[in-house]
């Protein structure tokens, strides 16, 4: 039976702006050398070479592949046995909004310019990444994700890092109602991040979270610049939602946003609509993390 894996590899910066799209101002400045864009030709390269080299073993043991470039590619797993992403974690966090059940193998194609704290495998050892997840002898990980909604309405059950919600202008101070464990609050603030494990090194440490266990199933909540008038407090700033819970809040702007795992998924809530967010039923299956990185994401 042939062995169907997909791989979804990222377009680096100097491929779209300079390549793709001739962008004059990009152009201009890797002519100069400007120090903004430095790195954009000696990671584009690297990566393109960590590329070949995945598609070389893949072709070595026969397998059939479906390339994708473009982190934010469309695709479905339902014949697939392995995804592999090449790339760094955005790369990952990215097709892992199509990924269900499959297990998903990372590859950091260019070290040296990207994180890549999920991805288990570089070009020096994909090879023995690739063949021990084909023949299912890598250890994984399974990462908890949250589920949300608005209005009743599921929006997605595949968040893996976090959501933002706030006000459309982050100039604006957002407002809302919490209500969480039969505590109602009604805040202003910067907004708010919530999210599983896999996120909580990131913006949820930066605004004065915890970093959780990477094999935690909570999800974490933390008030961005939580705005208090003189006298007032907050009890829902920093909290743990488990599994058998969930948290709500409700909009009283007329132009809010939710962004689930960055910038490139946005779901606007107008004025009174309810959110919600909670553990998903759909965990991920990462491959290839060792000791350290399954402790902690510290």
């Not at 084909?134 to 309405?153: E, F, I, Q, Y």
């Not at 604006?172 to 494990?197: C, D, H, M, N």
Request: hydrophobic share 40%; with cysteine; glycine share 8%.
């Amino acid at each position: 039976m042939t062995t169907r894996v997909i791989v979804v590899a990222k377009r680096s910066f100097y491929s779209r702006f300079v390549e793709e799209e001739s962008d004059p101002r990009a152009r201009a400045l890797i002519r100069h050398n400007d120090r903004s864009v430095k790195n954009w030709l000696p990671a584009h390269r690297e990566h393109l070479s960590t590329l070949e080299s995945v598609e070389k073993v893949l072709a070595d043991v026969g397998a059939h592949v479906l390339l994708l470039r473009g982190a934010h590619a469309a695709f479905h797993t339902s014949d697939a046995s392995l995804v592999i992403t090449v790339g760094g974690d955005g790369t990952l966090l990215a097709a892992s909004h199509n990924v269900a059940q499959v297990p998903v193998l990372g590859v950091n194609s260019a070290p040296r310019h990207s994180i890549g704290f999920f991805c288990a495998a570089n070009k020096k050892t994909l090879r023995e990444h690739i063949l021990g997840a084909l023949d299912g002898r890598l250890k994984s990980v399974t990462l908890a994700r949250m589920r949300v909604t608005v209005n009743g309405r599921v929006r997605s059950e595949r968040v893996l890092n976090e959501a933002l919600f706030c006000h459309a202008s982050p100039a604006a101070t957002s407002r809302y109602i919490l209500r969480f464990r039969g505590k109602v609050e009604e805040q202003r603030s910067s907004g708010l991040w919530i999210g599983p494990a896999a996120g909580s090194t990131a913006a949820q440490r930066s605004a004065g979270g915890e970093v959780l266990p990477l094999r935690s199933r909570d999800l974490q909540l933390v008030v961005r610049e939580p705005y208090l008038a003189y006298g007032r407090s907050y009890r829902l700033l920093k909290l743990r939602v488990t599994p058998r819970q969930s948290l709500t809040l409700q909009s009283k702007m007329q132009s809010a946003c939710l962004f689930l795992d960055g910038p490139y998924k946005q779901i606007p809530v107008q004025l009174g609509d309810d959110v919600g967010f909670s553990v998903s039923d759909q965990p991920l299956c990462v491959l290839g993390l060792d000791a350290r990185r399954s402790r902690s994401a510290a």
